[in-house]
């Protein structure tokens, strides 16, 4: 068995035990599976990466890391510590499709398809906050710009992989697509009377949001390689 692979294992069986523990409502318990899916998930990176990791990447395991405690904690301050964890964790991720991708080209054909993903993406943007929540009208700028992050992030995962369609932009389509459904069924569950299948789909979403994000990382690192050799 290779090194990476138990932590791997021990991921998916936190993911497992979520899966179980919300369907039965067992919150204590699914509390518990949740805190095991992010060292676990870090640990494999660390393996796989052979314990080279950059800054930035150190910074948006940290920042998931205080987000997810935040989580978990569940206290009056949780949603908006939450918040502000992940908006920095979301603008680090652009930061690194600005600093480490090749300049998106587009060609006639990619203009229909864009279009559709961008009128999709401004139209959950809109929808999600016209929900106004009470906590979300104390904090309607932090909320915003954290929508107008995501949806960046978003646009440049969707067109890269609708202009390149390789490996590592389907990676960064599949994290985009974890987060978006991740938040937006955060906020379901906070707008709509309690439901177990928003909370399995938020919680799941918001897990394979992590192993798609330590993915690309990981092919990243490759490509990178590759080009240096």
Same mark, same amino acid.
């Given at each position: 068995?290779?090194?990476?692979?138990?932590?791997?294992?021990?991921?998916?069986?936190?993911?497992?035990?979520?899966?179980?523990?919300?369907?039965?409502?067992?919150?204590?318990?699914?509390?518990?599976?949740?805190?095991?899916?992010?060292?676990?998930?870090?640990?494999?990176?660390?393996?796989?990466?052979?314990?080279?990791?950059?800054?930035?990447?150190?910074?948006?395991?940290?920042?998931?890391?205080?987000?997810?405690?935040?989580?978990?904690?569940?206290?009056?301050?949780?949603?908006? $510590?939450? /918040? &502000? %964890?992940? #908006?920095?964790?979301?603008?680090?991720?652009?930061? +690194?499709?600005?600093?480490? !991708?090749?300049?998106?080209?587009?060609?006639?054909?990619?203009?229909?398809?864009?279009?559709?993903?961008?009128?999709?993406?401004?139209?959950?943007?809109?929808?999600?906050?016209?929900?106004?929540?009470?906590?979300?009208?104390?904090?309607?700028?932090?909320?915003?710009?954290? $929508?107008? /992050? &995501? %949806?960046? #992030?978003?646009?440049?995962?969707?067109?890269?992989? +609708?202009?390149?369609?390789? !490996?590592?932009?389907?990676?960064?389509?599949?994290?985009?697509?974890?987060?978006?459904?991740?938040?937006?069924?955060?906020?379901?569950?906070?707008?709509?009377?309690?439901?177990?299948?928003?909370?399995?789909?938020?919680?799941?979403?918001?897990?394979?949001?992590?192993?798609?994000?330590?993915?690309?990382?990981?092919?990243?690192?490759?490509?990178?390689?590759?080009? +240096?050799?």
């Amino acid at each position: 068995m290779k090194p990476n692979k138990p932590s791997l294992i021990l991921f998916f069986f936190g993911l497992f035990c979520t899966i179980i523990f919300d369907w039965t409502e067992q919150d204590v318990f699914a509390t518990y599976a949740k805190a095991i899916v992010l060292p676990a998930i870090f640990i494999y990176y660390l393996i796989s990466s052979e314990f080279q990791i950059g800054k930035t990447e150190g910074l948006i395991f940290l920042f998931c890391f205080i987000g997810q405690v935040y989580d978990l904690m569940d206290i009056e301050s949780s949603d908006l $510590g939450g /918040v &502000l %964890s992940f #908006l920095v964790v979301y603008s680090l991720i652009v930061m +690194i499709f600005i600093r480490q !991708h090749e300049r998106i080209r587009l060609t006639k054909r990619d203009i229909l398809p864009i279009s559709i993903v961008v009128v999709f993406i401004v139209y959950l943007l809109i929808s999600v906050l016209s929900l106004q929540l009470d906590s979300m009208r104390k904090f309607i700028v932090i909320y915003t710009m954290y $929508g107008i /992050v &995501l %949806s960046v #992030l978003s646009y440049f995962c969707f067109v890269s992989y +609708i202009t390149k369609g390789t !490996h590592i932009a389907l990676l960064m389509s599949l994290m985009a697509i974890s987060y978006i459904f991740s938040d937006i069924f955060y906020i379901f569950n906070e707008y709509f009377s309690y439901s177990i299948v928003l909370v399995l789909i938020r919680d799941t979403t918001q897990i394979l949001a992590y192993f798609f994000m330590v993915e690309y990382f990981l092919e990243k690192a490759r490509i990178q390689k590759k080009t +240096i050799q």
